[in-house]
């Protein structure tokens, strides 16, 4: 008895200072939940979507990559048993891709095929991002629904269709062979013979720019929609003409909406499955191609999580790379 009424309020279970140890703890849990509100989990969200959506996906998609097939399942990478923790780990594909031109090639032809799609868009989308953005207020809602008047269709009819129009009597052929267009793909090596425009390097960069030029122009659009024209006026009171006015002021502000569009274009077209099965042939072997073989005609499912693992790490690190480098740049802007 004397050693209870030696104790103190805090040291007695279930005492005083027990209900006040954990009133304190909730006190510290609500305030760490309001902390939560506002700018945090506006923050929060985004991180969590990725996490969800993009980082655990890839994570399996990694693991299947390095893991040994068992019959129809994959064996665990990490084991235990006797004591011991093991980590077996494949690397044979990642070695046999280096080993392979055929996987190397194909890399190179998406990253060629995806570049040159992104310039199009990008030489073909800002005059028109432009237009719309200095045309009359009244107007630009019109111009806005056009640009998005595709995505009303299905994907798959519009790349369909594009198999009518440039096949052997469809009528956009006949306009190219008519004003002699089908001579110049030729001499460029895009067309294998006169008149021949299906499957093809150009019915797979005409079929992958019209579907992404709408992906170019509305981050385009939005940029310059926000510029500031007073400072073309400053320009031009400065003595600039307008070419320059354009090269030196409206490109430069605009350059957000270039990357975002170019981005926007270039990362999907690197793995575009679609369009090269149905408008490309046999010179224009894509990834996304590749990777459908491997998963469903070879049923190799860890070479196939590999070329995809490796697919994703050519985009994501130079990307990576030039996010650092322009944030350094804009840091080291006063």
């Known amino acids: 008895m004397s050693t209870a009424k030696g104790l103190s309020a805090a040291q007695v279970p279930g005492g005083a200072g027990a209900k006040s140890g954990v009133g304190a703890w909730l006190a510290r849990a609500l305030a760490y939940a309001r902390r939560l509100r506002g700018r945090t989990a506006v923050i929060g969200i985004p ?14 998609v990694l693991k299947i990559s390095v893991s040994e097939v068992e019959g129809v399942r994959f064996k665990d990478v990490l084991t235990f048993g006797d004591g ?5 780990l494949k690397f044979s ?3 046999f891709i280096t080993q392979d031109d055929l996987y190397f090639k ?4 998406s990253i060629k095929y995806a570049g040159i799609t992104t310039l199009l ?3 073909i989308g800002y005059p028109f991002a432009y237009f719309m953005a200095r045309a009359k207020a009244t107007l630009q809602p019109t111009l806005l629904m056009l640009v998005m008047l595709p995505f009303w269709t299905s994907f798959l009819l519009r790349v369909y269709a594009w198999k009518g129009l440039l096949s052997e009597g469809g009528w956009v052929a006949g306009l190219l062979s008519t004003f002699g267009i089908d001579n110049l793909l030729l001499a460029a090596g895009v067309i294998p013979a006169l008149g021949k425009y299906m499957n093809s390097p150009f019915s797979l960069v005409l079929g992958m720019t019209y579907t992404y030029l709408p992906f170019m122009i ?3 659009y939005g940029n310059l929609a926000k510029m500031d024209l007073r400072l073309l006026e400053a320009a031009a009171d400065l003595g600039a003409t307008p070419a320059l006015a354009f090269w030196k002021v409206t490109v430069p502000m605009s350059r957000a909406g270039i990357i975002a569009g170019s981005m926007l274009v270039f990362i999907p077209c690197v793995g575009e499955f679609v369009i090269p099965e149905l408008l490309g042939g046999p010179q224009t072997l894509m990834i996304g191609r590749v990777l459908w073989d491997e998963f469903f005609s ?3 499912w860890p070479m196939a999580s590999t070329v995809a693992v490796v697919m994703i790490l050519l985009i994501i690190v130079p990307l990576a790379v030039f996010n650092h480098y322009q944030a350094r740049a804009q840091e080291a802007t006063p």
């Open 93 to 95: 594909n990642y070695v």
């Open 84 to 88: 011991l923790v093991q980590f077996t």
């Open 218 to 220: 509305l981050p385009l």
């Open 47 to 60: 991180y969590v979507w990725l996490l969800v959506f993009f980082m655990l996906p890839f994570l399996i």
């Open 106 to 109: 194909t890399y190179l032809s």
């Open 298 to 300: 070879n049923n190799d």
């Open 121 to 123: 868009c990008l030489g």
